[in-house]
């Protein structure tokens, strides 16, 4: 095997944060990066799908359907988690499902044979969830003690916890209560992360297998591509289960928020 | 031991609680479709609790490879 031809394997390198062109203001660090393009270009893709299917025509056309369907998805979950009142926080729990579903799949869009067209998932950089994270539990804590003040704090006491108990309990259930906007935040990206690494080290597997020039080189290069299929179409079910657990845990937070256990 | 050979070790041993919480996911979806399979009339209003118990078992494995990530590179 020639060491030459050997590519490196360096899976991080697809989550660099990179400035296209000067900065935006001159003798300031804001740039626009590759991770400001690929949220633009997430959001142009939500607003053409939403108004292709926003003609409200009584018999709907398939993409209508398809519209509505995601919509009645996400404003059942609201209804069947919240109750009424789930109506109201509907339009945030549309937002954070629609968002990461699409910053997710167009994450998985094979557009990097091209080499300047790299796609780079906006959702497998800690800030971007941890932000939609950190909104989602505003909501909460704002809902929480708008709805019921200082009541809000019963959240930590379940009913029916003998007394001798609660110095135990009340702990346990504030800590599971704050660390919440991190576990959302840090599932998401770090599925995306661990999705990301696998699918490219299986492709340098692929490109390092065919280099070699050896029989046993090839075999490796096929096993991987037909591996590597496979755990992409897995990573497409990733994608629509994060973004549903993200969706489904922030109406349940809400409905902790609306109706305190 | 240097601290390269140390690192990878721990890596390593990181990793172990991926393939832990990989037998969690598994046991959440097997118990689910046992209680399914018994009572499928009563399965689909029970697929959100399915996904919470996922999620929560999930979560954990990711922390580790996450610590796994960190080891690696990040110290």
Redesign the interface.
């Given at each position: 095997m020639s060491a030459a031809a050997e590519v490196k394997i360096d899976p991080m390198h697809q989550f660099q944060i990179e400035s296209l062109g000067g900065s935006v203001l001159d003798g300031t660090p804001f740039h626009f990066t590759n991770s400001a393009l690929w949220m633009l270009i997430v959001l142009g893709s939500i607003l053409f799908f939403m108004w292709g299917g926003m003609k409200r025509d009584l018999v709907p056309g398939r993409w209508q359907a398809a519209v509505e369907s995601v919509t009645g998805f996400i404003s059942g979950m609201a209804l069947t988690n919240i109750g009424p009142e789930g109506r109201k926080y509907t339009p945030w729990i549309f937002t954070v499902f629609i968002f990461i579903l699409f910053s997710n799949l167009m994450g998985m869009m094979p557009f990097g044979i091209v080499d300047a067209a790299h796609p780079f998932t906006v959702t497998s950089q800690f800030t971007v969830t941890a932000v939609l994270a950190v909104i989602s539990f505003s909501i909460v804590l704002i809902v929480g003690f708008w709805k019921h003040g200082f009541h809000f704090f019963s959240l930590f006491v379940p009913h029916g916890t003998p007394g001798p108990l609660l110095p135990l309990i009340v702990p346990i259930e504030l800590i599971s209560f704050m660390v919440r906007p991190f576990s959302l935040a840090l599932r998401l990206f770090v599925a995306m992360i661990a999705g990301h690494i696998l699918v490219d080290v299986f492709g340098y597997f692929i490109v390092n297998g065919i280099n070699s020039g050896t029989a046993m080189g090839y075999g490796i290069s096929l096993i991987s591509f037909i591996f590597i299929a496979g755990v992409n179409a897995l990573e497409l079910l990733v994608c629509a289960i994060q973004a549903y657990v993200f969706a489904l845990l922030t109406s349940l937070y809400i409905n902790d928020a609306v109706h305190l256990h | 031991m240097d601290l390269e050979a140390a690192k990878v070790i721990g890596a390593g041993l990181a990793a172990i609680g991926v393939g832990v919480a990989a037998t969690g996911v598994g046991n959440v979806f097997g118990s689910f479709l046992q209680g399914a399979l018994r009572n499928p009339a009563a399965a689909d209003g029970q697929q959100?609790r399915l996904?919470?118990g996922?999620?929560a078992a999930?979560?954990l494995g990711?922390?580790a490879?996450?610590v796994a990530?960190i080891i690696l590179?990040a110290v």
């Amino acid at each position: 095997m020639s060491a030459a031809a050997e590519v490196k394997i360096d899976p991080m390198h697809q989550f660099q944060i990179e400035s296209l062109g000067g900065s935006v203001l001159d003798g300031t660090p804001f740039h626009f990066t590759n991770s400001a393009l690929w949220m633009l270009i997430v959001l142009g893709s939500i607003l053409f799908f939403m108004w292709g299917g926003m003609k409200r025509d009584l018999v709907p056309g398939r993409w209508q359907a398809a519209v509505e369907s995601v919509t009645g998805f996400i404003s059942g979950m609201a209804l069947t988690n919240i109750g009424p009142e789930g109506r109201k926080y509907t339009p945030w729990i549309f937002t954070v499902f629609i968002f990461i579903l699409f910053s997710n799949l167009m994450g998985m869009m094979p557009f990097g044979i091209v080499d300047a067209a790299h796609p780079f998932t906006v959702t497998s950089q800690f800030t971007v969830t941890a932000v939609l994270a950190v909104i989602s539990f505003s909501i909460v804590l704002i809902v929480g003690f708008w709805k019921h003040g200082f009541h809000f704090f019963s959240l930590f006491v379940p009913h029916g916890t003998p007394g001798p108990l609660l110095p135990l309990i009340v702990p346990i259930e504030l800590i599971s209560f704050m660390v919440r906007p991190f576990s959302l935040a840090l599932r998401l990206f770090v599925a995306m992360i661990a999705g990301h690494i696998l699918v490219d080290v299986f492709g340098y597997f692929i490109v390092n297998g065919i280099n070699s020039g050896t029989a046993m080189g090839y075999g490796i290069s096929l096993i991987s591509f037909i591996f590597i299929a496979g755990v992409n179409a897995l990573e497409l079910l990733v994608c629509a289960i994060q973004a549903y657990v993200f969706a489904l845990l922030t109406s349940l937070y809400i409905n902790d928020a609306v109706h305190l256990h | 031991m240097d601290l390269e050979a140390a690192k990878v070790i721990g890596a390593g041993l990181a990793a172990i609680g991926v393939g832990v919480a990989a037998t969690g996911v598994g046991n959440v979806f097997g118990s689910f479709l046992q209680g399914a399979l018994r009572n499928p009339a009563a399965a689909d209003g029970q697929q959100g609790r399915l996904f919470i118990g996922f999620a929560a078992a999930e979560l954990l494995g990711l922390i580790a490879f996450a610590v796994a990530m960190i080891i690696l590179y990040a110290v």
